[in-house]
């Protein structure tokens, strides 16, 4: 499993709220980029422009330098190695005793920010870590509620920026889902899956699919191993956010993924739904006060990710998203937390009935 070097110092995407002077800075150069392209092709059009507009995305997210900074690496223990068999409990139990001692090691390495991460998502041994990797910028794949039970499940992908150092944000909009799931349907669980090495927000990795292809190598074969961990025929669902819908556009599903749920995305790559490996029903949905929907849904060689899935002519199905901001999408009493929750457990219509099945 590769590991990233550094962590980062700040973010505006996974699933929590947006924290800090520097996100907002870095949220601001990305919408800024898009009121121009906007603006721009009011003016002129073609090619030259679009690729104009693309270089000036590039030059902000070289030029802002908000997550380059660069750290030590943390020192962990290796992660822990199962049989392809092992239970869940076997999985949290030998995880949790990982991670208490990545915190020890974490403080002999005078980190003690990383270390007093470690030490909230190991409170008390109650974290469920079906993998925990606490190297470099680190790798978590955490349940919340009774795997082995549901029939319901939810797998959240997150998008740039989302390490062990921020791993709190994205945490709680598991949290949040699972929360919301059990209050109509108990056996239900969330998987939080941080199983990728996310890219920079603001930085050229995170304008072109080279991670998500490496992550999707990662997800697909973790499915396949979830659904057997869960209750039998249990009714999958892939929510992917912002560049995670980039790595699920490219994973390839089995039968038991019934709905991949694009939100917050800057598009996938591909031209349609229809395009992307899977037999799942493909949903999308952006909020009103995302500024992702100002940047640029162009593709040239390889930078970009093309067609906005919102775009009716993504063909996938739309869902209620309401007012929400980027990384609001999981907040309790948000309109997209009750759209994505419904779509889980199956009791949504789509707002557009365009389907790529």
Same mark, same amino acid.
């Given at each position: 499993?590769?590991?990233?070097?550094?962590?980062?110092?700040?973010?505006?995407?996974?699933? *929590?709220?947006?924290?800090?002077t520097?996100?907002?800075?870095?949220?601001?150069?990305?919408?800024?980029?898009?009121?121009?392209?906007?603006?721009?092709?009011?003016?002129?059009?073609?090619?030259?422009?679009?690729?104009?507009l693309?270089?000036?995305?590039?030059?902000?997210?070289?030029?802002?330098?908000?997550?380059?900074?660069?750290?030590?690496?943390?020192?962990?223990?290796?992660?822990?190695?199962?049989?392809?068999?092992?239970?869940?409990?076997?999985?949290?139990?030998?995880?949790?005793?990982?991670?208490?001692?990545?915190?020890?090691?974490?403080?002999?390495?005078?980190?003690?920010?990383?270390?007093?991460?470690?030490?909230?998502?190991?409170?008390?041994?109650?974290?469920?870590?079906?993998?925990?990797?606490?190297? *470099?910028?680190g790798?978590?794949?955490?349940v919340?509620?009774?795997?082995?039970?549901?029939?319901?499940?939810?797998?959240?992908?997150?998008?740039s920026?989302?390490?062990?150092?921020?791993?709190e944000?994205?945490?709680?909009?598991?949290?949040?889902?699972?929360?919301?799931?059990?209050?109509?349907?108990?056996?239900?669980?969330?998987?939080?899956?941080?199983?990728?090495?996310?890219?920079?927000?603001?930085?050229?990795?995170?304008?072109?699919?080279?991670?998500?292809?490496?992550?999707?190598?990662?997800?697909?074969?973790?499915?396949?191993?979830?659904?057997?961990?869960?209750?039998?025929?249990?009714?999958?669902?892939?929510?992917?956010?912002?560049y995670?819908?980039?790595?699920?556009?490219?994973?390839?599903?089995?039968?038991?993924?019934?709905?991949?749920?694009?939100?917050?995305?800057?598009?996938?790559?591909?031209?349609?739904?229809?395009?992307?490996?899977?037999?799942?029903?493909?949903?999308?949905?952006?909020?009103?006060?995302?500024?992702?929907?100002?940047?640029?849904?162009?593709?040239?060689?390889?930078?970009?990710?093309?067609?906005d899935?919102?775009?009716?002519?993504?063909?996938?199905?739309?869902?209620?998203?309401?007012?929400?901001?980027?990384?609001?999408?999981?907040?309790? *009493?948000?309109?997209?937390?009750?759209?994505?929750?419904?779509?889980?457990?199956?009791?949504?219509?789509?707002?557009?009935?365009?389907?790529?099945?």
């Amino acid at each position: 499993m590769a590991t990233g070097t550094g962590t980062r110092t700040a973010s505006t995407s996974g699933n *929590g709220s947006t924290s800090g002077t520097a996100s907002r800075s870095r949220a601001g150069a990305a919408a800024g980029v898009g009121t121009a392209l906007g603006t721009g092709r009011t003016r002129a059009g073609g090619g030259r422009l679009r690729r104009t507009l693309l270089a000036a995305l590039v030059a902000a997210a070289v030029a802002v330098p908000i997550t380059a900074v660069a750290s030590p690496k943390v020192p962990a223990p290796a992660p822990a190695t199962f049989a392809e068999d092992a239970t869940p409990r076997s999985r949290y139990a030998a995880n949790s005793a990982n991670i208490a001692e990545a915190v020890g090691m974490a403080e002999g390495a005078d980190r003690p920010g990383r270390a007093a991460g470690l030490r909230a998502m190991g409170a008390g041994g109650a974290g469920q870590f079906l993998t925990f990797d606490g190297r *470099g910028n680190g790798r978590a794949v955490e349940v919340f509620g009774e795997l082995e039970s549901a029939d319901r499940v939810a797998v959240l992908v997150p998008g740039s920026d989302t390490t062990l150092d921020t791993y709190e944000r994205f945490r709680a909009g598991a949290l949040s889902l699972q929360q919301r799931l059990r209050a109509e349907h108990p056996r239900s669980a969330v998987v939080a899956w941080l199983g990728y090495d996310t890219p920079g927000t603001v930085s050229t990795t995170v304008l072109t699919a080279a991670r998500a292809d490496e992550a999707a190598a990662e997800l697909a074969p973790f499915l396949d191993r979830l659904g057997a961990m869960a209750e039998p025929g249990a009714r999958l669902s892939l929510l992917c956010h912002s560049y995670g819908s980039v790595v699920c556009a490219r994973t390839g599903t089995g039968s038991a993924v019934s709905d991949m749920v694009l939100f917050g995305s800057p598009g996938t790559g591909a031209g349609s739904a229809r395009e992307l490996p899977t037999g799942a029903r493909v949903w999308a949905g952006r909020g009103n006060g995302d500024w992702i929907g100002n940047v640029p849904h162009v593709r040239i060689g390889g930078i970009g990710f093309g067609t906005d899935p919102v775009d009716p002519a993504f063909g996938a199905r739309a869902f209620t998203a309401g007012a929400v901001g980027h990384s609001d999408y999981l907040k309790p *009493g948000t309109a997209s937390l009750d759209s994505l929750a419904a779509i889980v457990l199956g009791t949504t219509a789509p707002a557009s009935e365009a389907d790529h099945a």
